[in-house]
């Protein structure tokens, strides 16, 4: 319950932060589909689907959250964690990289489903 309301606050803080830029982020449910319901390499897998732009990557682990971004300029894919810095991404497959950095972290305890609940959401200008 704790790592719940941490979260919140926390989203509650970035939300403020995206208005004041003009921003907003955008879940990306339509091309990625639901993660709790899927492996993370199944979910990973849809990043082929997403268009052009810098998204949001959060994910569960043992007893916090994470974030992450992953930038998809076309040609070049990069996943960056402030843990492990810029990472180049083999455009092909850009899933491999990002789902070994994932997986460098503990799972949720409450999770069963053996995954991370990855939510990935697009930054972008509000019109």
Not at 21 to 47: C, F, H, Q
Request: charged share 25%; aromatic share 10%; proline share 4%.
């Amino acid at each position: 319950m704790d790592l719940q309301i941490s979260w919140i606050s926390e989203h509650k803080k970035l939300t403020k932060s995206l208005k004041r830029k003009n921003l907003k982020l955008k879940p990306s449910v339509d091309k990625m589909g639901i993660s709790g319901v899927k492996t993370d390499a199944e979910y990973l897998k849809n990043l082929k689907n997403l268009d052009i732009g810098v998204y949001d990557v959060d994910f569960y682990t043992e007893d916090s959250a994470h974030a992450t971004l992953f930038i998809n300029l076309g040609q070049k894919k990069y996943f960056w964690d402030p843990n492990y810095g810029l990472l180049l991404l083999d455009p092909e497959n850009p899933e491999i990289t990002m789902l070994k950095v994932i997986s460098s972290y503990s799972k949720p305890k409450k999770n069963s489903s053996n995954n991370h609940d990855i939510c990935i959401s697009q930054y972008q200008q509000k019109t």
